[in-house]
């Protein structure tokens, strides 16, 4: 069998033929180079407009890279047209193989992508002697053709959510789509201010927003004034995973706390502390009383704090948002009587959240609790996975191919 009868089987174009193959060796490096001509008597596409006209003159040979057959790189050599057209003047014609000024065909660039999703851009880059740039455009080019094939008409619930970043920029923002039949990747923006989520708000337009039934969120302030205004009619819900967040926050700033306190009280109260400790308590004399209550008293806020958060998870075992909001209350009661300062902060901040926390109840049904949690879970991994962004789109790029479930083109033959 010859090559040319397998590439008409796994490629074939209307317009073109596949002339010759040819063995080429330059430096070692042996190649497969694979002329292409048009068919006779069909007119070029103009890149303009779409549409045929008259060919005007031809250019210089162009070479593209085609899938690598038995690991030998593949070349399509062609002198591309320039069409005379009506509307557009001369332009260069358009070939079905390769897209704009791209030197990689459709077919390889959606080949690295796919193998993209499997390793890092670097373990791509090495595996088909390619560079990292090249691995990137494949990828930008696949995430591009996603973005605009995709469906995201019946999207009802988003999640919003911030993600850290690297130094200089420390946060991206992140929307999800969190519906029990579609968990993906909406959108990714730079910062965590208004301006971001607003961003987001302007890019699906009005109407996309109206249809919106919940959106999750954190606390975040400007999430939260930005969802009042653009999506008012949904239900707003504070989501369980980011105040489990919340309050393991507190916990530890009460624990790092008191490690601190402990290393400056430490040489005071642990120098006579050892008898307090060793001795049974009914025969302590009155100054190792004092210090055993001492010694009691560091550990304790931690412990407490960490009972008062065990005991928030009875919140979510309720059905009705009446009662969750009864436990509710009388839980923050309780934790602003506990003097410790972190704890009274988380139980002020749901205080003042009551109502979309209730909404949790209100939207129970609906929303998938763990998606949000899952969803960025995922995304750690894939940021770990890619050595950090070095820039935000190159970040922009990894997040929406690894977490958007894009469509991909349909081609006539899958290479991987
Ligand atoms: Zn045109």
């Known amino acids: 069998m010859q090559l040319k009868t397998i590439l008409n089987r796994v490629q074939k174009f ?13 430096d070692g ?30 250019m210089e040979t162009r070479r593209f890279e085609f899938v690598p057959l038995w690991g030998i790189p593949v070349l399509f050599l062609y002198a591309m047209r320039r069409v005379n057209c009506k509307r557009c003047g001369v332009k260069v014609e358009s070939v079905p193989w390769a897209r704009g000024k791209h030197t990689l065909t459709g077919a390889y660039m959606q080949f690295l992508a796919t193998w993209a999703k499997r390793l890092s851009w670097q373990e791509v880059a090495a595996i088909f002697q390619t560079s990292w740039e090249k691995v990137f455009h494949s990828v930008e080019w696949a995430v591009e053709w996603g973005l605009a094939h995709r469906d995201i008409s019946k999207v009802e619930s988003i999640g919003v959510d911030e993600v850290l970043w690297h130094r200089g920029h420390p946060y991206l923002t992140v929307v999800y789509q969190i519906d029990a039949e579609c968990k993906r990747l909406l959108w990714v923006g730079q910062d965590r201010t208004m301006r971001t989520l607003l961003r987001f708000f302007r890019a699906v337009g009005k109407q996309w927003s109206a249809q919106l039934r919940f959106v999750c969120s954190d606390m975040w302030k400007p999430y939260l004034r930005v969802i009042a205004k653009k999506a008012s009619q949904a239900i707003h819900v504070l989501d369980r ?3 489990a967040m919340h309050m393991n926050k507190a916990i530890d700033e009460v624990r790092a706390q008191e490690a601190r306190a402990m290393r400056a009280e430490a040489m005071e109260v642990l120098k006579h502390s050892r008898w307090c400790l060793l001795k049974r308590p009914e025969n302590l004399t009155d100054f190792q009383q004092a ?21 928030f998870q009875f919140f979510w075992g309720y059905v009705s948002p009446y009662w969750a909001g009864k436990f509710l209350d009388s839980w923050c009661t309780k934790t602003m009587r506990s003097r410790i300062e972190p704890m009274k902060k988380v139980a002020r901040m749901l205080r003042s959240h009551r109502e979309l926390l209730l909404n949790w109840f209100r939207a129970k049904k609906a929303i998938s609790s763990g998606a949000m949690e899952g969803l960025n879970n995922k995304l750690k991994l894939t940021t770990r996975k890619s050595y950090g962004f070095r820039t935000f789109r190159v970040a922009e790029i990894v997040l929406y191919h690894a977490l958007g479930k894009l469509p991909e083109p349909e081609s006539t033959h899958r290479f991987c």
Request: aromatic letters at 8%; one cysteine or more; glycine letters at 6%.
């Open 241 to 243: 995973f980011h105040i």
């Open 291 to 311: 210090k055993l209550s001492d010694l009691l008293r560091l550990n304790l806020k931690a412990v407490r704090s960490y009972l008062l958060k065990e005991s």
């Open 29 to 58: 490096v042996l190649t497969l180079v694979i002329e292409m001509v048009a068919r006779a008597h069909s007119d070029p596409l103009c890149s303009g407009c779409g549409r045929r006209g008259p060919g005007y003159d031809r």
């Open 14 to 26: 209307k317009s073109f033929v596949y002339q010759s193959v040819q063995w080429s060796e330059s």
